[in-house]
């Protein structure tokens, strides 16, 4: 029976009470809620699954070694003296990866570069040959974490970030992180039998993620390939078993997920997209202007957008937005609207009071999850018929 180890995944500020929730209803022991990460334990076949499964991780990495340094000559001797002939021969290729934080190393670059000198310089002492550095697809990715004093070396499970999901071969302007897409509609609280709607879907991650979630379809399923695959430990048999079970888990769809943009070249990027994630069945989408749509249906709607933030988009965003909000007012009643902007003056022009708020970034840039409820008729007699009823 394969041991339980330490683990970290990594993730986007605001979503690591729903990475550690996702963690937890995965099995995973020990679960601890740091910034941006959270830390847990499992086996290799749970390592497996996390990285297959997890919408909101970026990384999984497996911490290796852990010391207090104060400065890049004890940096060089730890990373030196560490057993790497457990992990790399000279024949393999790395690549290392640096974070820092404190005011003994400041340059991440420079320590990466550091620890990777100590690594070839070990295996030119012992064996007179080095490995290689390949920056694309490394045989074994590294992370160096410093804080402050301590120094913790991880081996990165993962490779590229796990927002590559393997299906978004066509792009749109801005386009959001799939991680931060998965995290939003999680973070509204979607009851995945109510119908959702993003009505300037781009290209479509909204929908997909959506559509992903409540098929329960592991959202790393149309991946091509995981860092681990290349660790000399790498169990062929235990990954498919576990991608079978994974698979079998998969439930079909109780509500409808629809999406419309007004831009054509948007819809066909979606719709390449929705293809290339196995989705066209569960997903309708079509070109359409929401400012001239209008709901469809008596029944509640889940709407979950992200709108133009007016960095790269010409034109009055104030009255872009003031128009949106006149569109839920008039034509979406009964719906729940989930906004995701950085643009904070333009959201105040909506018209709409925000009935809940939520500080991420999409990317560097601040942002609000902002949810607009849109009642039948009016507020006060919403509140009347719910104390009836």
């Known amino acids: 029976m394969e041991s339980n180890f330490k683990m970290l995944a990594k993730t986007f500020y605001g979503m690591e009470g729903l990475l550690a929730e996702e963690l937890k209803n995965m099995g995973a022991q020990d679960v601890e809620e740091g910034n941006r990460v959270v830390h847990f334990a499992g086996d290799k076949g749970f390592m497996y699954k996390a990285n297959m499964s997890l919408r909101t991780a970026l990384k999984i990495l497996k911490p290796i070694h852990t010391a207090r340094i104060t400065n890049e000559h004890e940096l060089y001797n730890m990373v030196y003296d560490f057993p790497w002939q457990d992990y790399l021969t000279p024949e393999n290729s790395l690549a290392i990866d640096s974070v820092v934080f404190g005011e003994n190393f400041t340059h991440s670059l420079y320590v990466s570069q550091k620890a990777k000198d100590a690594i070839v310089d070990r295996f030119r002492a012992d064996t007179g040959e080095r490995p290689d550095v390949n920056l694309d697809h490394p045989d074994l990715r590294i992370n160096i974490h410093i804080d402050k004093d301590i120094c913790t070396i991880s081996l990165d499970s993962s490779g590229s970030s796990l927002h590559h999901r393997g299906y978004r071969t066509a792009t749109n302007i801005a386009p959001l992180n799939e991680v931060l897409a998965a995290g939003i509609i999680m973070l509204s609280g ?61 439930r079909g769809l109780a509500g409808t997920i629809s999406g419309f943009d007004k831009a054509p070249s948007a819809i066909e990027k979606a719709r390449e997209n929705i293809r290339n994630a196995n989705l066209d069945e569960f997903i309708t989408i079509e070109k359409n202007n929401f400012l001239y749509a209008e709901k469809e249906t008596d029944r509640p709607l889940h709407i979950v957008s992200n709108p133009p933030y007016g960095e790269r988009l010409e034109g009055d965003m104030n009255q872009f937005y003031a128009e949106i909000g006149d569109t839920l007012k008039q034509k979406y009643p009964d719906t729940q609207a989930w906004l995701i902007s950085a643009n904070m003056e333009a959201l105040k022009h909506l018209g709409l009071r925000p009935t809940r708020k939520i500080k991420l970034f999409n990317g ?24 009836e009823s």
């Open 190 to 250: 979607w009851d995945q039998t109510v119908d959702f709607l993003d009505p300037m879907c781009g290209s479509g991650t909204v929908l997909i993620e959506a559509a992903m979630l409540a098929c329960n379809i592991p959202a790393n399923i149309n991946r091509k390939e995981f860092a681990f695959e290349k660790w000399n430990d790498w169990d062929e048999e235990l990954f498919y078993k576990i991608e079978e079970a994974q698979i079998g888990k998969i």
């Open 364 to 387: 560097k840039l601040e942002t609000r999850l902002s949810l607009y409820s849109i009642y039948k008729g009016t507020k006060k007699l919403h509140k009347l018929n719910q104390e």
